[in-house]
């Protein structure tokens, strides 16, 4: 059971608009910023949303983030079949359990 | 060009041990700070720890499935991170990844680099 909620799918058709949630508590997305990433099959995970919205150089800006209280969202805006990947988001916690907790993935399929 | 390449994944017996390597090159290492994540197969990714740089005093944390049988390590002079691993157990099992931060004119992100990953293989 991992400490940040995602859902385990999503799904959209190219050019389509499809949000991926990310719920935590007050002690991680409620007072720490919140990171996306990207895996793509077979390979190591790339990031793609830092400090709730700022996307890393060379990531397009179909990809957007936000945060609201204990939740975050990933938006990807006119998809492509190459976006079909796994997506995790993270976030520092201030728990006694350690700082890193992930989200348990989200599988996006480009049908 | 940022690379961070690990080493050092096997095969090990339960309550074994194993010592990865992180080799970083393409940005000041000494700065950064070094975190380790795993992933087992078909599964999500698991934070396991990490280790701040010389100027936040090299303060380590751990989470708690493997606080008190793995240690993390760095070596500014050889560019190198570490993640020593005892008490080996069968969950366990996963590929680990070294990541550094990443950093640019909007601000920066811990976990922003990551590696290709090393398997380990705990079984008897």
């Known amino acids: 059971q991992s400490v940040l909620t995602q859902p385990p799918s999503a799904s959209g058709t190219p050019g389509q608009r499809v949000t991926i949630s990310c719920s935590g508590s007050?002690?991680?997305?409620?007072?720490?910023?919140v990171n996306w990433y990207q895996q793509l099959p077979g390979t190591a995970p790339k990031l793609l949303i830092y400090?709730?919205?700022q996307r890393p150089s060379g990531v397009p800006d179909r990809f957007s983030g936000s945060k609201s209280g204990t939740s975050a969202s990933l938006a990807i805006s006119g998809l492509q079949s190459e976006d079909e990947a796994d997506y995790y988001c993270?976030?520092?916690?201030?728990?006694?359990?350690?700082?890193?907790?992930f989200g348990g993935g989200t599988k996006l399929t480009v049908l | 060009e940022v690379q961070l390449v690990e080493s050092g994944g096997g095969l090990v017996q339960p309550g074994g041990s194993l010592k990865l390597s992180c080799a970083a090159s393409g940005f000041t290492f000494s700065g950064s700070a070094m975190h380790w994540v795993r992933q087992a197969s078909g599964k999500g990714l698991e934070w396991v720890g990490r280790i701040r740089s010389k100027a936040n005093s090299y303060a380590t944390a751990y989470a708690a499935s493997v606080k008190g049988r793995f240690t993390i390590s760095r070596d500014d002079s050889k560019n190198t991170a570490y993640l020593q691993m005892n008490s080996l157990k069968t969950e366990d099992t996963a590929v680990y990844y070294c990541t550094a931060d990443y950093y640019d004119s909007s601000g920066y992100a811990e976990c922003g680099y990551w590696g290709q990953g090393t398997l380990v293989t705990v079984s008897s």
């Open positions: 400090s709730n919205n």
């Open positions: 007050s002690s991680n997305i409620g007072s720490n910023t």
């Open positions: 993270a976030a520092w916690d201030d728990s006694l359990n350690g700082p890193g907790v």
